[in-house]
């Protein structure tokens, strides 16, 4: 691609005058920023309010500074602070909690060091949970590489409509976890329901089971609705990817005599790549974080039998307990343990996928 | 248009047969496609049809359209559940999230696209890490994060950690369109005397539209329609999800109201996506892929 990055301030002459203002305001930024960390943690509002103010006075003054010289200083600014303050500084939290046996209420004194992982890494549950969402991944792989990809080529060929159908089965994506849990559950539902009527109707009783209590058929249900929302996405990736295969490039391949079965296996498929990459990295990342549908088709404990559980589902039910009775001894310190594996988890394998199949994309 | 130019180069003597085939694969394509546009809508429809139903016609007519269409079970929606001010609550933080997120995510990803500093790369990935981590980790500590800033009960309290939150996907779409985006431009606008920020408002913000209307959709998407961080963090301010699920407790299994509840609470999104949705798409799209 025509992409030009220029190292900043190598076009123009710098302004020495600004620089010492630069560092200054540079170092106070990054004290007054550790300086709020630990006011949040250990102090209350007007502190944190102060602490707050200061900081950013003086990214304030660094972002001013440094407009002219490194003008991406100030651009990163803003977006950084508040991704560090809101999203970094609660995971370091987290991995800092996990270190504990800790209730959840007051600040965390009982130092059990990797206790928790010890734990984690011992439990039936949380195996049982993480096949769950591997099960998930693999299924929800296969199927937006054979069915999504398929509706994408389909659409490709820009037949009648096919803007309707496009936003039609992108429009699962948009409903809220809240919706999409009561009607599905309304759907599936054992005396009421829409399925169980249909399959009377058409006479097909014997097909009609007891959909949410199933311990082999409700987690793939499960995978079903979880496809239902997931499907337009890949669908629109890879019909992007589609559109970048140059027609002409199919045209020669087709002159040189090359069969449809061989120009997309040869042509189509390789160029298609970076679009695999995306959704794979994507599909990995969202099925292991998967809590929506699992929580409201199934409830917090994965029923029936744990057969649906999910790793989110864990956290969720040793962190806030089961909802229905009080918990007088929830495990937070354990329940952020399993966030550490999972997030140390996904970050590990997504990182060897992307590097894996990003050099499959440069070979090509 | 392509394809009609590759058929005439193709050899001829099979055309008639390709022509038969053409016409099935045709029929096909589109009874897939249907099949899929249905399954995907299909639910949708049902909780439209169900929301005009009463009590009893739920239970009897499942699959029918309603017998006696009940608006007011809207109506009692629109009254009994704090729906009104749970809608303008969601609204609100919506439109307050929204500008600054995609701002600041346009900004940074401007920043890491174009220029080439020591710690870009891991600037980059420091955002894209953030695609990684799973809710239910950093909830605790940011909800303790929201009480000691004292912004538990206030709109504050959800914004802030929304934009936040929303940066990783933003920055990751808007750097792989700006990539796509050739230097030249930038050139160009600099030796005609533009500073950086002009650059980036007056060339890269306008070409940068389709990408800005997929990420604003996303997050208000997302802001829209959380559930557990509002249920959490402002339990006195009710944002809309919130209320529809609270209608389980106020209707217990009155599907006709819920339903109602469900469907004034998706409207909005769903007009918003409809209308957008050509930019929605293409957006997302080139950022994705090319990213």
């Known amino acids: ?364 | 248009m392509n394809q009609a130019t590759l058929a005439r180069v193709r050899p001829d003597n099979r055309a008639a047969q390709r022509n038969g085939s053409r016409v099935v694969f045709v029929t096909f394509r589109q009874v897939v496609l249907i099949g899929f546009s249905l399954f995907a809508i299909l639910p949708g429809i049902f909780t439209i049809f169900s929301s005009f139903k009463s009590l009893f016609d739920f239970y009897s007519n499942p699959l029918t359209l309603p017998q006696v269409w009940h608006w007011d079970n809207y109506v009692a929606v629109w009254h009994d559940a704090g729906i009104p001010q749970a809608a303008l609550n969601s609204f609100t933080v919506v439109v307050l999230s929204v500008p600054f997120s995609l701002s600041f995510a346009c900004f940074a990803a401007y920043a890491l696209a174009r220029y080439s500093f020591r710690w870009s790369n891991v600037v980059y990935y420091l955002f894209l890490a953030g695609l990684v981590i799973p809710a239910q980790l950093t909830i605790l500590p940011l909800v303790l994060l929201d009480k000691n800033l004292g912004l538990i009960n206030t709109y504050a309290g959800l914004i802030f950690p929304y934009i936040g939150a929303h940066m990783p996907f933003a920055v990751f779409l808007l750097t792989g369109f700006l990539r796509t985006v050739p230097g030249e431009l930038r050139d160009a606008a600099l030796i005609d005397g533009a500073n950086e920020f002009q650059v980036f408002y007056y060339v890269m913000v306008p070409l940068l539209r389709p990408a800005l209307a997929t990420v604003a959709i996303l997050n208000a998407v997302g802001i829209w329609n959380d559930f557990f961080f509002p249920l959490v963090v402002s339990p006195k301010i009710p944002m809309l999800q919130v209320s529809v699920y609270n209608l389980l407790g106020v209707y217990s299994t009155e599907w006709g109201h819920i339903f109602a509840g469900v469907v004034i609470a998706a409207v909005p999104l769903v007009v918003a996506y409809l209308l957008l949705t050509k930019q929605f798409i293409a957006g997302l799209s080139a950022g994705a892929v090319k990213g």
């Open chain 1, 1 to 364: 691609m025509a992409q030009q990055v220029i190292t900043a301030g190598s076009r123009r002459a710098g302004r020495p005058a600004e620089e010492p203002l630069v560092w200054l305001f540079g170092f106070l930024s990054v004290a007054s920023f550790l300086v709020l960390l630990v006011s949040v943690v250990i102090s209350g509002p007007p502190v944190t309010w102060i602490a707050t103010g200061i900081y950013a006075l003086c990214a304030t003054g660094l972002a001013v500074t440094t407009a002219r010289r490194w003008p991406f200083v100030t651009f990163l600014l803003p977006g950084l602070s508040f991704y560090l303050l809101f999203v970094v500084f609660p995971t370091i939290e987290a991995f800092r909690v996990s270190l504990y046996q800790w209730s959840g209420i007051g600040e965390p004194t009982d130092f059990i060091g990797l206790q928790n992982f010890k734990d984690v890494l011992t439990s039936h549950t949380f195996y049982n949970a993480a096949w769950h969402n591997l099960v998930l991944f693999a299924a929800i792989f296969i199927l937006q590489n054979t069915v999504g990809l398929a509706l994408a080529a389909l659409l490709h060929g820009r037949p009648r409509l096919h803007e309707v159908y496009r936003a039609a089965i992108f429009l699962p994506g948009i409903i809220s976890l809240v919706a999409t849990g009561l009607i599905w559950q309304v759907i599936f539902g054992s005396n009421i329901g829409l399925l169980t009527p249909l399959l009377q109707g058409l006479h097909l009783d014997f097909l009609v089971r007891d959909w949410l209590g199933d311990d082999f058929l409700t987690f793939w249900l499960l995978v079903l609705v979880q496809f239902w929302q997931w499907m337009g996405l890949p669908m629109i990736i890879y019909l992007a990817g589609l559109q970048n295969v140059s027609e002409e490039l199919l045209a020669a391949a087709r002159i040189d005599g090359a069969n449809e079965i061989q120009v997309f296996r040869h042509i189509t498929f390789p160029l298609l790549a970076p679009a695999f990459t995306v959704m794979t990295g994507l599909c990995f990342i969202v099925m292991f974080k998967v809590f929506d549908i699992p929580f409201v088709m199934a409830g917090n404990s994965g029923s029936p039998d744990g057969t649906t559980d999910v790793l989110s589902l864990v956290i969720y039910r040793d962190a806030f307990g089961l909802g229905t009775t009080v918990q007088t001894s929830l495990q937070q310190g354990y329940a952020v343990a399993i966030g550490v594996v999972m997030f140390v988890a996904i970050l590990a394998a997504t990182t060897v996928q992307l590097v894996f199949l990003r050099r499959r994309e440069v070979d090509l």
